[in-house]
């Protein structure tokens, strides 16, 4: 069966520090790849989401960026945070194939920039 | 670009209730998907139910049910015989593309 991992699960940092949040998926080959965040109050914002390798597709524009250095690793970065990062990060695959399929959550990482 | 809106907050329902959750979108889009995704206090995404755009057929899934609107771009989910265990964030989707859009959630509060 397939699983999906994030750490850390919480972190708080301070602004202008750095950020690597991991996401990796267990159970599958050549997944589709999502990052979403999820601010106090609010839907999910999708940020980042990848079809392979090193292909990164940005939603928003902002501090933060995203690699896929392997096939199951998906990493959110920052060099600066800013107050504006907080909120609960969300990583997500999906199949490749098909018209549509189902997106998986995982458990989601809480981040408190101070 | 797509919009979801869920224009309720907060609602509430007694155990063993009925409840819905209102949901419109926006799209000029003809084929996409729309889902009712649960968020209970552990944060986890869990997705409730599905809908094809090209099915006339509502969704059904046990105590889960929605009321697919294309025409009004509306998209209730109603939650039948409520449980304790409903309590949760619920937010609405829309599929296209790829991509999900979420709406801001409803939070679900079920009193014994």
């Known amino acids: 069966s397939q699983t999906i991992h994030q750490w850390p699960a919480t972190l708080v940092q301070p602004v202008g520090s750095p950020l690597s949040l991991e996401c990796t998926v267990e159970g599958t080959s050549n997944p589709n790849l999502y990052w979403y965040r999820q601010a106090a109050g609010r839907g999910l914002q999708l940020l980042f989401y990848?079809?392979?390798?090193?292909?990164i597709s940005s939603e928003v524009p902002q501090n933060l960026s995203a690699s896929r250095p392997q096939d199951r690793q998906f990493i959110l970065s920052s060099k600066k945070l800013l107050l504006s990062d907080s909120g609960f990060y969300l990583c997500?695959?999906?199949?490749?194939?098909?018209?549509?399929?189902?997106?998986?959550f995982g458990p989601g990482t809480r981040l408190t920039v101070l | 670009a797509q919009t979801v809106t869920q224009s309720q907050p907060e609602m509430s329902v007694q155990e063993a209730e009925t409840v819905t959750l209102s949901c419109t979108y926006d799209?000029?889009?003809?084929?996409?998907?729309l889902f009712w995704y649960k968020q209970p206090p552990s944060r986890q995404m869990i997705l409730v139910i599905r809908q094809e755009a090209y099915k006339q057929q509502n969704a059904t899934e046990n105590r889960f049910s929605v009321n697919f609107q294309k025409a009004a771009k509306s998209f209730s989910l109603k939650i039948s015989d409520s449980q304790l265990g409903d309590a949760a964030m619920y937010f609405c989707a829309y599929w296209s593309y790829s991509t999900l859009t979420f709406g801001k959630g409803t939070m679900l509060l079920v009193s014994p």
């Open positions: 990848s079809v392979g390798i090193g292909q």
């Open positions: 997500a695959w999906s199949v490749s194939s098909g018209e549509y399929n189902e997106q998986f």
């Open positions: 799209t000029s889009e003809s084929d996409y998907y």
